[in-house]
């Protein structure tokens, strides 16, 4: 008789514990991701261009470095189509023709390239409106 009750009370002692850690997972915040939030761009040209100066244009565009940002995450050059990371306000380039660059999103519409010492370069990239 006794080895019932006791068994008896591990059975509700493992249904508390279970139904307790049941709980307890739905109400631990999920974590964020390393870096910052995860997003995307918003799709349109981006023309990337270097600051000129007083005497001349004001900005000297770099017709290699445009691209053009699609639906989920993707891209698209002349060179192909890739990947990239939005985590936080870092852009990575994932794959893909730019696999590996970096950028700093500075506005809505405005990157700021990262060098491959990992400073922020006067390369700035602006979204001219969506496309297609």
Same mark, same amino acid.
């Given at each position: 008789?006794?080895?019932? &009750? ?36 918003? =799709? ?14 004001? &900005? =000297?565009p770099?017709?290699d ?40 999103? =500075? ?5 700021? &390239? ?19």
């Amino acid at each position: 008789m006794m080895g019932d &009750w006791m068994l008896e009370i591990a059975a509700m002692m493992i249904r508390i514990l279970t139904a307790s850690a049941a709980c307890l997972c739905l109400c631990v915040p999920a974590l964020a991701a390393p870096g910052g939030k995860l997003g995307t761009l918003p =799709i349109g040209e981006y023309r990337c261009a270097l600051p000129g100066d007083a005497d001349g244009q004001a &900005w =000297i565009p770099l017709e290699d470095k445009h691209f053009t940002v699609g639906n989920s995450s993707t891209y698209h050059t002349p060179d192909g189509s890739g990947t990239y990371l939005l985590t936080g306000k870092r852009v990575t380039f994932t794959r893909g023709p730019m696999a590996g660059m970096k950028f700093d999103r =500075i506005s809505p519409a405005t990157l700021r &390239w990262i060098d491959e010492n990992g400073e922020v370069s006067r390369i700035r990239c602006v979204r001219g409106g969506a496309t297609g």
